[in-house]
């Protein structure tokens, strides 16, 4: 095991005082450290007042944290411009961002959107209806049924009729890590513009958007420590800067008159009305807290788990995993139990304290390329132990004997 | 015996292994698609009424333990009844899922899907085919039905 202080770790989440609970839905979202509920917590409790506006004291802290918050982000990928970053509602919300404010504007009848075969709901949906709108025929990379992509094609899939290529950096299914680098690559031959819904591997991974050089990037704060709706946009600065509002009202603009009003600058362009202050900080103080531990130490401790659990959960008979057979994977398992459906066994697992998720997992493209209505997933981060895996297997093999 | 073990006893895993009436009928007079968007259950059901009476009833498709056992069941129960007396079980069987109460004579053997409504989430497993057959008496699809 690549070492973390567990004990310490698990310490900082209240949620764990209650230790029947073995956690494996991280995928889905995460637990947070007493350290982001005291940030968010002080906030209200110390400094609360609205920002950009007040000249009062209050006001200029709450500024400088949610600033400092955005600048903290900033770091974290590796972004050079703290611009670059637009607080959103999530993930979801950054999508749908471009869908209306560059796709919307950008595409036309003609033109190609490619996404791939492995993608979330998120980012299917919001082109599917850009796509409709505008006339532009949607693509898809397919998957294999080992849980990777199929980029035989790629070069006849990445044609000068390609503007926009939207992958998904690290399967919610089968944690199969796709080789973006080389896909933005292809993208840029044809200039075409390059989008990575982030929200699996941000949280576990060292991600560099210079070194990626995508033009956007997305990821949600609860799945990384932090809380609820919110999320980052990450945009280059001139790109940003040509496209136009998502939404719009307050915060957003330099003047309004009667007639016409002038937009605000990046980023505050795209964060209309009073901004997402409490989650910002908290956001930041998950990232404060990921960054004291280290994220590559993160990352090294979840792949030592994730090899034991694929290797316990292999010896048992019947056991069908999906994905992991070659290549890189974070730490997200999807199985099936040969006789027992998806949802009874998660039932049982629950009855153990073994909480894990059943169903499609907002991937249902995924789901019918297995020929499967469903799958169970186990998903790990780094408040996970080698004894709730242990936990994970006498569980489901208790449930094995008690349907067969 | 805890409560979940309780609800899984011996004949739902037995009808959930061995599930009675999964077939297609051939020339149905009654049939509706039962889907579960969100777990991805999915079921057909299929019914000849003559004269008022099922004469025929069966099922296809998947989904979990609970959803296929009360399924078998179901068609077990309907078999021979009259459509009145379905729609009534339906308000029977509703009526126990959702609050575990029933009446043993009314219920019969459907009493084991009883213990369904300590789990709230698992409700609409239990309830799915019986939607399902509603729906087909509701509506005829003799013409829908393409082989
Ligand atoms: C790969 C991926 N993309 C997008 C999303 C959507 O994120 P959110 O619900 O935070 O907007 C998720 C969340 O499940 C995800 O796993």
Redesign the pocket.
Known sequence: MSKLDINKIRSDFPIFADKSLIYLDS???THKPKQVINAISNFYSNYYANVHRGIYELGMKATEAYQSARQNIANFINASDWRSIVFT???????NLVAYSWARKNLKTGDEILITEM?????IVPWQLAAEETGVLLKYIPINTDGTLDLSNIDKLITSKTKLVSI?????VFGTINPIKKIINHAKKVNAITFI????SIPHSHVDVQDLDCDFL??????MLGP?SI?VLYGKTELLDSMMPFMSGGDMINSVTMTESTWNDIPYKFEAGTPKIAQAIGFGAAIDYINDIGIDKIHDYEQSLLKVALEKLKSIDELEIYGHQTGENGAVISFNLEGVHPHDLAQFLDQDGIAVRAGH???QPIMNKLEVSATIRASFYLYNTEEEIDKLCASLRKTQSFFN | MNELQELYQQVIIDHNHNPRNFHKIKHPSHSAKGHNPLCGDKFNIFLTIKDDIITEISFTGSGCAISKASSSLMTEALLGKTVTEAQKLFDLVHNMVTTGLANAKDIGKLAVLSGVHKFPVRVKCAILPWHTMKNALDKSTQTAITE
């Open positions: 995928a889905a979202t509602g999530g993930t979801t919300e950054s999508i993608e979330h709901h998120s980012n998904i950096h690290q399967s919610n819904d982030a929200a699996q997305a990821f949600s704060g609860h799945k609820t999320g997992h907002c991937a």
